[in-house]
């Protein structure tokens, strides 16, 4: 059943998505052409842009991205809690860390 569930969520990611009465598109970043010069090839890159962190304009896509994937996932997020919670009741909690090799020995603690 649970993959069932799995297989019918994975359908939900498309550009343009309708939810009730609101049809929602996903948020297109501007194109804005770059070019820089390596090694005598010209490279072109329109979302050099992005990679300015601390811009407004970039963190305005940012979160316009996040809303988004959130109004797109959110039908699944109660599927993702019970799988988390399975996948955590199969797991076996100890205050061991993962064990590392030195020379011939194994070390953990």
């Known amino acids: 059943m649970l993959k069932q569930q799995l297989c019918r969520s994975s359908r939900l990611v498309s550009p343009s998505i309708r939810f ?3 049809t929602l598109s996903t948020p297109q970043a501007e194109r804005i052409e770059h ?3 390596k090694h005598g090839v010209s490279l072109v890159d329109h979302y050099f842009w992005l990679r300015e962190r601390e811009s ?3 963190m305005t ?4 991205e996040k809303a988004y994937t959130d109004a797109v ?3 699944t997020v109660a599927l993702r809690k019970q799988v ?3 996948i955590k009741g199969r797991l ?3 205050d061991t860390t993962v ?10 603690s």
Do not use: G
């Open 35 to 37: 070019v820089q010069e």
């Open 20 to 22: 009730m009465s609101t």
């Open 99 to 108: 064990e590392f090799r030195r020379d011939d020995y194994h070390y953990y």
């Open 92 to 94: 076996q909690e100890t």
């Open 61 to 64: 896509h940012l979160r316009a």
């Open 84 to 86: 988390f919670e399975e």
């Open 56 to 58: 407004e304009k970039v």
């Open 73 to 75: 996932l959110e039908p």
